[in-house]
């Protein structure tokens, strides 16, 4: 595969597809298959290339795969919260916050692309897993490359799933406009745009759902690549008081009605009780 | 600038910022100018070439602009239902269903990179805009190219916002894989991938909200590029019954809880009666 000629890196981007990379196992070195992969693809790497993998070979690499009749229970081992759930002719949809700290349909609890009768958990930590193999691929190759793990999820209020990061190592995550001003020098009303997951949506146009190719590497946005490893995708998952969305529709409506007529029980009955007592 | 060299489609995609797009005013022809910049920029349209046009320069081509001090006023006149708002320091953030049937906030209405004193409302009709675009574009290059119009969305659960297609003419909005296997042979659990916000997310890229270059060329997914442009990006919009999450969590508690005590004050107050009558 030819390389792309020299351009103004601010002006355009180029994602690849890497091909090559073997059916994985527990155990494989990620970093080492997916090395050999690009250097075999001639794609040499770069400073500032971003490698996008998909969660599941990093799951496959790390053994976290199960026996498939375990599917709901693995769903509920993974599931720390249960955010909503929807009866549907194929079962029961599950949106959950996971041990990983993101909410999604199943808790990232997997049954396509792998062996019959299995499923697979995601990484345990995919930021740790990132920078594991960015250590290793920044060594083998001597330049200064981004990782980002990523995952396909769904969204409230749209069809269809995207591909978003879960894991990051070496690349900004949020490219903070905070303070910018914008062409007529007014301050930016947008502020902060989750470029992990906008880079993981690009990947994932090359790396496609059946086609196998795991890997795509994404050149062009260097100026999202830094030194450090510490920058995790953790940091895009929003929980606790800042999330609007904490509960379903559903269930937050019945748990509200669930305390309001104990409330308003009560409210009854001492009603009644003062009306007895005026007459 | 120069092309890129010949790639196999399915492995590679390029995405080009569109430069020397003037400062656009209302009545300005839309395809005009695009269609100026593309041939300036030595960009040669071809077959399966996608163009992602931030909807604020449509938005300013239409004529959508307000005074500002109307701002919180257009919000309300651009809100279908609220489905959440929550009090910050900054003010009051609403999300809510717009006109165009898109859950987003503060109904799309925008205060930046507007003339000071004046906000932008969407395009009434994202859809019908861009197929306006797609028919000058292909009629004047007479290729098969695909518009896509990209809104900046918050999302639930996730922290910063991602840019997403709101408008569609002659691209997929959906790769719709169900009843594909995976190399496993297996069905796809993962069935429609929304490639349209992938494709969006992918122009963000390179066009940047801070940098004024409002449109970008996606080469390479001639796949999702067809013939026919009716292919509207409403689709993407999921409300009604499928929707989860129509109401915010604290808006959904409240309302099931004034529900639940009207019914248990109105059962107290019963059994207070029945209590009195047994007695």
């Not at 494989?28 to 971003?50: H, K, N, T, W």
């Not at 929807?86 to 909410?103: D, S, Y």
């Not at 999202?224 to 995790?232: K, R």
């Not at 029980?265 to 009780?273: D, F, I, M, Q, T």
Request: a negative charge.
């Amino acid at each position: 595969m030819s390389d792309l000629p020299e351009f103004e890196v601010s002006a355009r981007l180029a994602v690849y597809a890497v091909e090559g990379i073997p059916e994985i196992g527990a155990g494989d070195s990620l970093g080492e298959l997916i090395g050999d992969a690009l250097q075999a693809s001639g794609l040499a790497a770069r400073d500032g290339d971003i490698l996008v993998v998909t969660s599941k070979i990093v799951s496959k690499a790390e053994g976290r795969s199960l026996r498939a009749d375990d599917r709901e229970a693995a769903i509920t081992a993974e599931t720390v919260r249960v955010v909503a759930s929807r009866a549907h002719p194929g079962g029961v949809t599950r949106i959950v916050e996971n041990r990983q700290g993101i909410v999604q349909a199943a808790a990232g609890v997997d049954a396509s692309n792998t062996a019959a009768g299995t499923v697979l958990l995601l990484p345990i930590d995919p930021d740790a897993s990132a920078r594991s193999l960015a250590e290793d691929l920044r060594a083998r190759f001597g330049v200064r490359l981004g990782i980002l793990i990523s995952d396909t999820l769904g969204r409230a209020w749209r069809e269809g799933q995207t591909d978003a990061a879960i894991g990051s190592a070496g690349v900004l995550v949020v490219d903070d406009l905070r303070g910018g001003v914008d062409t007529f020098g007014q301050r930016l009303e947008v502020t902060q745009i989750a470029v992990a997951d906008e880079i993981a949506a690009a990947g994932d146009l090359v790396k496609g759902k059946a086609s196998g190719v795991p890997v795509a590497l994404v050149r062009g946005l260097g100026r999202f690549v830094v030194e450090s490893l510490d920058t995790p995708a953790r940091a895009l998952n929003r929980t606790g008081p800042t999330d609007m969305f904490r509960l379903g529709t559903d269930e937050a409506l019945a748990e509200g009605r669930a305390r309001g007529y104990a409330e308003g029980y009560a409210a009854g009955l001492a009603a009644a009780a003062r009306a007895a007592a005026d007459s």
